[in-house]
């Protein structure tokens, strides 16, 4: 035997891990189990609590019912209690556990009895159960008690043994989901006798529960429940330990139960008869109902009891309609299913005398799966009418048929001259079959038989008479019936199966269509409106997307045109959706009396937002019911929640790539700064430093002189930190331009004041028209730009030669051109010398090249444009550009 043989299976390692993980995330639950009330499960609870408090442990008792007993009083002495919540119900003021408080104090521990406890209608939940699922998803820790007669799977079996149909449940998957299970074993003789002496109930109704519920019979009979529960779950522990191990050992788990669901009563019974049988076999099951037609009060019985096996750890499904058995068979057998359970016939139809009732069907059919007939029990509800008694067919339907046979039999008068009977008789089932493929099964029936009755009356010897003169005539009716019939019910059915091949198709189309799109989409804006779309109409409800604010709450990002806003219900369920990473809303166990479904888009370790559907009408609403639409709405939203992930996570690569570019061009300044700080810097210092190295004895002119020298370089590292600041807080948006009309010449006029000493030596002409209009700009941005210009033209230009600054009005534009006489723009794109840190390859003095590309920026923010150009003959000129009419 190779290695490979002893080593755990991949995947079931990888949801072992999974497992781990998620309940690392979750609080622990532990349950105090037992056989009936009075064994002391609350006592015991309460005695580990003090435990737990005397090593110091922050504990909170949320719900503990003492039920007036001392002793369990008792224990209760200094343990902090959490206040309950009043609600007001039909003139009361109830007390409940207040789920709010609890989950703001964050305690270590929370004591909450009774697990099955049904809540106050207006609680965020309608059972105690969910409350306690809640405080388990945020981390807290929970201890709570359950008597063995409120799980769900048992519920059939307690009320066969005691006679009471218990309404409080609780879903077995809770108890699976316990950390650990106490189980709290008292004989029987002595809870009765604990009973008789009243430490269980009021005298008056101990002495009639000692008569009913609490028979020494019925108490032992709930001992060996018990006991069985907490031993298969300690089994259940015992092989996920050998899997966490990697122990190699033969599994008998092979088994895989299916559990045949439909509208009847009795089928909440096969589902608890399945879930027993799945435990008992430790293997695992599916639930699958068959819907020969789609809505009405039968799919929404089917519907309920699928919900309940989902509940009771149930994979569920729904196939469309058509030869049951083979389609049940054929499900078992792609799923790998072992054993099918399916429920005795209460009653026998007619047909079942031909083809035999649908379990002797199934049997013929199963091969080598085992069949469980199950005789179910009506729990006394209402029986739903049987889907094909409902009002299908439209009379229009059968007014068609009769058209449709009435026209096969004006054909047949037209052949009687020419053809034999049996060519008639093919006219008559090609109309039958066009009433099959068109019209409703009951119509196709119809028009089998009527067809039948035309062709006797009208072709027949003797004519137009019912009567046959030939007893042969009777076998050809009876076969002409029995293959008309046949070949309607198989159109029927071609006809369906085409029906739900069409609706896979679509439902995968849409599927297809919607990833597409979100592919096709960047931006969370444009994916959400994708999905909203999609979901709005696909499902014909009122979709709107819910994101996150800053605060963590969630807020409102997109909402329908005509849709209502929402409410503050709405957004309270929604905010739990969020907080919780789970549906609620209608069609969900929790808030269910809200008219929206909200479900999460969730992530890797989190919630992105929340989606929500408002149905239009009731046929939307009951089409969310239905197994295959919700799985196709889930599909929706996690392929969003998935599209929101990427784009998340691309928008972080873009940051990470722009902070690399920002540390590329903060090193590329940090280098050009410096170098362009060290020429002035040691200008500065050298002069200084001769300055005292001369002290008194140095002659006033190069006293003079070196001072000058300091003063200039001073200057020049003073623009270059005014460049600096300027580039910056103009591209950040720090600076926000003051706009107002200006005549030109008062902010030229300014700029060449400042440059006094640099244009000494050059000769500036200034050539502004007198009718030349204001200029909206900022004065002070745009005499930096000026500055900037005519300093850059002295800088490069040889003494002499002139400068000269121009102005003019085209197309509604005012034009500036600052150009000189020196050797022009250095070779290659006059682009470059815009960007930051750019300098010409011409000799000359060193730039810092900024000078230009705050001139660019101020241009820019004016609504303007600045670009560079050799003039015809000889230099460069600069022209600027800015409207006349102030930018809005």
């Not at 639930?287 to 750890?313: D, F, H, V």
Request: hydrophobic share 45%.
């Amino acid at each position: 035997m190779r290695d490979d043989d002893h080593r755990p299976d991949p995947d079931a390692l990888l949801a072992m891990v999974q497992r781990e993980e998620a309940e690392k995330r979750r609080g622990r639950l532990r349950i105090f189990l037992g056989m009936a009330p009075g064994v002391g499960k609350t006592y015991a609870m309460l005695e580990a609590a003090r435990l737990k408090m005397a090593e110091g442990l922050d504990l909170l008792a949320g719900i503990v019912e003492t039920h007036g007993r001392e002793d369990t009083e008792a224990l209760m002495y200094g343990m902090p209690v959490l206040p309950r919540r009043r609600i007001d119900y039909k003139g009361h003021a109830l007390e409940e556990f207040d789920l709010d408080a609890a989950l703001s104090e964050r305690p270590g521990l929370i004591l909450l009895d009774e697990l099955a406890h049904t809540n106050v209608p207006g609680s965020r939940h309608p059972k105690r159960w969910q409350d306690v699922d809640e405080l388990l998803g945020h981390g807290l820790d929970v201890w709570t008690t359950l008597n063995i007669q409120h799980l769900e799977s048992l519920n059939d079996i307690v009320a066969q043994i005691t006679g009471v149909r218990v309404r409080e449940t609780v879903p077995d998957a809770m108890l699976e989901k316990a950390e650990s299970v106490i189980l709290v074993d008292l004989p029987p003789e002595d809870l009765r006798q604990r009973l008789n002496e009243g430490k269980v109930y009021l005298p008056g109704q101990a002495e009639w529960a000692s008569e009913n519920f609490f028979r020494s019979g019925n108490l032992s009979a709930l001992r060996e429940l018990a006991l069985r529960s907490t031993a298969n779950r300690v089994n259940t522990e015992v092989l996920v330990y050998r899997q966490g191990h990697a122990i190699a050992t033969t599994w008998p788990t092979a088994e895989c139960i299916l559990v045949c669901v439909g509208p009847s009563p009795t089928s909440a019974t096969l589902v608890r008869a399945a879930k027993r049988l799945a435990d008992s076999l430790h293997a695992s099951w599916h639930a699958l109902s068959i819907q020969q037609q789609p809505g009405g009060e039968a799919t929404a019985k089917a519907l309920a009891n699928l919900n309940l096996a989902q509940e009771l750890g149930a994979q569920t499904h729904v196939l469309p309609g058509g030869d049951v058995a083979r389609l049940i068979v054929g499900f078992a057998r792609q799923h790998n299913v072992t054993r099918i359970v399916i429920g005795k016939p209460l009653k026998r139809r007619f047909l079942d005398l031909f083809k035999g009732s649908p379990v002797d069907q199934l049997v013929r059919v199963s091969g080598e799966i085992d069949i469980h007939v199950i005789k179910g029990q009506d729990t006394g509800g209402p029986r739903p009418a049987r889907p094909d008694a409902a009002p299908k067919t439209r009379w229009k339907d059968y007014a068609a048929m009769a058209g449709v046979v009435g026209a096969a039999t004006a054909m047949c008068f037209a052949m009687y001259p020419y053809f034999a009977p049996a060519n008639l008789i093919m006219v008559y089932l090609l109309g039958v079959m066009a009433v099959a493929v068109w019209m409703s099964r009951r119509a196709s029936a119809l028009a089998s038989a009527l067809s039948v009755l035309t062709f006797n009356f009208c072709f027949v010897p003797p004519r137009f008479t019912f009567a046959v003169s030939d007893a042969g005539y009777l076998v050809t009716f009876a076969v002409m019936f029995l293959v008309a019939l046949v070949m309607s019910g198989m159109a029927s059915r071609i006809k369906a199966q085409a029906d739900n091949a069409g609706q896979l198709e679509r439902q995968a189309s849409e599927l297809s269509g919607l990833s597409r799109r979100l592919a096709a989409t960047r931006g969370t804006e444009g994916l959400l409106r994708v999905t909203r779309e999609h979901i709005a109409r696909v499902f014909r409800c009122r979709a709107f997307a819910l994101l996150p604010m800053a605060s963590g709450k969630l807020g409102a990002a997109f909402m329908p045109d005509d849709s209502d806003a929402l409410t503050g219900k709405d957004l309270g369920v929604a905010q739990w959706v969020f907080d919780n990473g789970k549906a609620a809303g209608f069609s969900t166990q929790t808030l269910s009396n809200s008219d929206a479904l909200f479900l999460p888009l969730p992530a890797t370790n989190s919630v992105l937002g929340v989606i929500g559907l408002r149905p239009k009408d009731e046929d939307a609403r009951g089409a969310l019911l239905l197994p295959d639409r919700r799985r196709l709405l889930d599909a929706f939203v996690h392929q969003t929640a998935l599209a929101l992930d990427v784009d998340r996570l691309e928008e972080k690569a873009r940051s990470t790539l722009v902070e690399a570019e920002r540390e590329k061009i903060r090193a590329q300044l940090l280098s050009t700064v410096t170098h362009d700080f060290k020429t002035p810097l040691a200008a500065i210092s050298g002069s200084a430093e001769s300055l005292l190295a001369m002290g008194e004895a140095a002659a006033p002119e190069v006293r003079g002189a070196l001072l000058d020298n300091i003063a200039g370089e001073a200057s020049r590292l003073g623009r270059l930190v005014d460049n600096l600041l300027r580039i910056a807080a103009l591209e950040s948006g720090a600076v926000v331009p003051d706009v107002r009309p200006v005549p030109l010449e008062e902010v030229l006029g300014s700029a060449l004041s400042r440059l006094d000493a640099q244009l000494a030596r050059h000769r500036v002409t200034v050539d502004i028209p007198p009718d030349m209009p204001p200029i909206p700009m900022d004065p002070v941005l745009m005499e930096q730009v000026f500055v900037n210009l005519l300093e850059n033209a002295a800088k490069y230009t040889q003494d002499g030669t002139e400068i000269v600054a121009a102005a003019s009005v085209r197309q509604g534009q005012a034009v500036i051109v600052v150009r000189d006489a020196g050797p022009g723009l250095p070779p290659g794109d006059p682009e470059r010398l815009f960007e930051r840190f750019q300098r010409g390859d011409r000799v000359g003095p060193e730039g810092y090249g900024l000078g230009l590309a705050i001139c660019r920026t101020v241009a820019k923010v004016h609504g303007g444009t600045l670009i560079a150009a050799n003039n015809a003959a000889k230099g460069a000129r600069f022209t600027l550009t800015l409207p006349l009419h102030e930018q809005r």
